[in-house]
C-alpha cells in the first residue's frame, strides 16, 4: 500500500488551485458557484461510476501505487480525487479559453 497515486493527484489538484488563483479562473472569480458546480461535477461522475460499478463495467485495478482504501465496493479512494482534478482542470480550462477569447477580441476591437 503506497500513496504514489494519491499524492500525484493531490500535487495536481494544488497546481490547479494556484493557476486558478494567478488568472482568478473558477474559484477565485466566483467561489459560491464555483463550489457549486464542482459539487455538482462531483456527484454527477460519482453516481455515474457506481452505476457502472453496479452494472459490472468499472472496477478497481490492481495497483501497488494506490492506498487500497474504499469509498465504496471496488470504488478507490484516489476515484474520489482524481474527479475533482478532473472537474477542476475543465472549468479552469473553460474559464482560460473565455479569457484567452475575450483578450484576443479586445485586440482585435478596432478603436475609436
Known sequence: MTFAY???LLVSLGAMVLLDRRFRLFFWRGPKRAAIVLGAGLVLFL???LAGIGLGIFYRGETTL???LQLAPEL????FF???FLCYLTMNAVQGARLLRDARTARLRPHR
Open 6 to 8: 494519491l499524492l500525484t
Open 47 to 49: 453516481a455515474w461510476d
Open 82 to 84: 482524481f474527479l475533482a
Open 66 to 68: 494506490m492506498t487500497g
Open 76 to 79: 478507490p479512494l484516489e476515484e
